[in-house]
Nanobody, 126 residues
Framework: QVRLIESGGGLVQAGDSLRLSCGAS??????????LGWFRQAPGKGREFVAA????????TYADSVKGRFTISRDDAKNTLTLQMNSLKPDETAVYLC?????????????????WGQGTQVTVSS
């Protein structure tokens, strides 16, 4: 059974930083074979793409709203995906979910992603 488990969420003030992590187990292939990504879902809204990184780690892509503030990275030796979030804003309060896939396609589309975690809550107060 594939499990993606996020951690690192919490309550912070606007302008603060937070580092999220995602660990994986049960994948049929090695962790390094998967493209990985982060989405977020605010209350009453759909999932929103945040960032993604290719299986090789060579390429990453970000939502326009987080470019320059968020950094996605991976450590395949530790089976860990990380999202460093700086200068957080109140409207970025959401559940942050990690995802993994071997499918090709637009990483900003939910349908591209095969496996999902349950998410970790990030709350940014003003």
């Amino acid at each position: 059974q594939v499990r993606l488990i996020e951690s690192g969420g919490g309550l912070v003030q606007a302008g603060d930083s937070l580092r999220l992590s995602c660990g994986a187990s049960g994948l049929s292939l090695s962790f390094g074979a998967y493209n990985l990504g982060w989405f977020r879902q605010a209350p009453g809204k759909g999932r929103e793409f945040v960032a993604a990184i290719t299986w090789s780690g060579e390429f990453s892509t970000y939502a326009d709203s987080v470019k320059g503030r968020f950094t996605i990275s991976r450590d395949d030796a530790k089976n860990t995906l990380t999202l460093q979030m700086n200068s957080l804003k109140p409207d970025e309060t959401a559940v942050y979910l990690c995802a993994a896939t071997r499918r090709s396609g637009d990483p900003q589309m939910e349908t591209t992603w095969h496996y999902w975690g349950q998410g970790t809550q990030v709350t940014v107060s003003s």
